[in-house]
């Protein structure tokens, strides 16, 4: 599951592994200094659930690159990941993102500065290339200078991100794919371990791609249809066990509990399930419900099982 900055937050993270016992999921970005300057638990924390589970960083300073990773392994990350993939002006602004990929060299230190302070893997998320360098040399050089500094796992966003012009979410959706550059990085790099991510919405797209990758990354597709998880889940993993909706609101209800004792609203802790029952009938009516700040500011959580119940009701009649 792709790191998304204000989606994939620990209440997303807690609900998308009820869905899917496999899924590696990433936080969503955080910057170093975010980290060195702020609330370290507050930026860090996240549910024993969630594993596994990696942390991924913004950042350009090798060493505050470092001290942040060692205390994401202090936290119990099971995985540090370096974003070299984000086009946003004001990632650019603090340069690091995607404009890291033109100093493949800083980079490169930065990843072995990191590999020496922790001891789970340090890997990188990075873009096919930025603006017009859309050749295959130039990422197959990138990965290159990485791979020599001894990272071996590379999440591949097979887009080119555009700097000047396009905002984060066209960065999306308008640069063309290229899953075929893609995938020469895994002939050219064979024992590394590259991951697809960029354009995958359906279990079919996996199924199609992950002959030649070693894993896929989804992102607003599994936002949007939180139950793609458990269909590839399902899929690639027959022999384990899924729980049923009835399940899913129960714990996400008994979670929701929790955390409101803790001063966290009800209506962040429900705002990823705003997609789960994407085409039942009255899915509409939950997703109002599930957004309705007001709404939920006044409720408890129970009203997860009371919506879940009249929507479930719902849907039998029209099967009657």
């Not at 996400?252 to 001063?263: L, S, V």
Request: glycine share 6%; net charge negative; hydrophobic share 40%.
């Amino acid at each position: 599951m792709a790191p998304m900055i204000d989606v994939t937050d620990r209440h997303s993270r807690f609900f998308h592994r009820l869905l899917t016992p496999h899924a590696r999921l990433y936080t969503e970005m955080v910057t170093t200094r975010a980290i060195m300057y702020g609330s370290v638990g507050r930026h860090l924390d996240f549910n024993a659930e969630e594993h596994p589970v990696a942390l991924q960083l913004g950042g350009s300073d090798p060493y505050e690159l470092a001290h942040c990773a060692k205390l994401g392994e202090r936290w119990g990350y099971d995985e540090i990941n370096l974003n070299c993939g984000c086009p946003s002006e004001r990632v650019q602004k603090g340069s690091f993102g995607a404009c890291l990929m033109t100093d493949p060299n800083l980079v490169a230190h930065c990843i072995s500065v990191m590999q020496d302070a922790v001891s789970v893997p340090v890997t990188v998320k990075h873009r096919l290339g930025i603006d017009d360098q859309d050749s295959y040399s130039f990422v197959r050089d990138f990965v290159g200078v990485l791979y020599e500094a001894g990272c071996r796992v590379f999440i591949v966003h097979a887009r080119n991100a555009i700097l000047q012009g396009l905002s984060p979410k066209d960065n999306r959706e308008i640069p063309p794919l290229r899953y075929d550059d893609a995938a020469r990085l895994k002939v050219d790099f064979p024992d590394a371990t590259i991951v697809l991510n960029g354009g995958l919405v359906s279990l079919e797209d996996c199924q199609s791609e992950i002959v030649r990758f070693d894993g896929v990354m989804l992102g607003r597709a599994a936002w949007h249809d939180p139950r793609l998880l458990s269909r590839i889940s399902q899929a690639w993993w027959p022999e384990s066990s899924l729980v049923s909706d009835d399940v899913v609101i129960e714990k996400m209800q008994e979670y929701a509990e929790r955390e409101m004792r803790h001063g966290v609203p009800l209506r962040v802790v429900v705002r990823p399930l705003l997609g789960m029952f994407s085409g039942w009938r009255g899915a509409r009516i939950w997703r109002q419900k599930m957004s309705d700040a007001r709404w939920l500011d006044a409720s408890k959580a129970d009203v997860l099982h009371d919506c879940w119940q009249a929507l479930k009701k719902q849907n039998l009649k029209a099967h009657e």
